[in-house]
C-alpha cells in the first residue's frame, strides 16, 4: 500500500497562520517559521493583556466605589438612597 501524505491537512494548518500574519513586517508575513512564531507570540500577549485589562476594570471600579462611598458618608448618613445612582453616573462618565 502507498505511503499516504499529509498534505490538505498541512496546507490548512499553515495558511491559518500566513493569513493571521498578514499585515506583519518582512519575514513574519511571508515565511510560514517566522509567522508561525510571531502569530503565537502575539496570541500569548493577547491572552495577558486580556486578563491584566480585566484587572485593571476591577480595581478602578473598586476605586470607584470606595470614592462614592466616601462621598456620601462626607455628608449625613440620610442620603443612603443616592448611592447606587451615584456610583451608576460615574461609572458611565469616564
Not at 502507498?2 to 508575513?29: D, E, I
Not at 476591577?58 to 443616592?82: E, G, P
Amino acid at each position: 500500500m502507498p505511503r499516504t501524505t499529509n498534505n490538505v491537512s498541512a496546507h490548512r494548518r499553515r495558511k491559518k497562520y500566513m493569513l493571521q500574519a498578514r499585515g506583519y513586517y518582512g519575514s513574519r508575513s511571508k515565511t510560514y517559521r517566522a509567522a508561525r512564531q510571531t502569530v503565537e507570540r502575539a496570541m500569548a500577549f493577547s491572552f495577558a493583556h486580556r486578563k491584566q485589562k480585566k484587572r485593571r476594570m476591577i480595581s478602578t471600579t473598586a476605586n470607584l466605589l470606595t470614592v462614592c462611598i466616601r462621598q456620601i458618608f462626607k455628608s449625613t448618613v440620610k442620603h443612603w438612597h443616592i448611592l447606587p445612582g451615584m456610583i451608576l453616573r460615574r461609572l458611565l462618565n469616564w
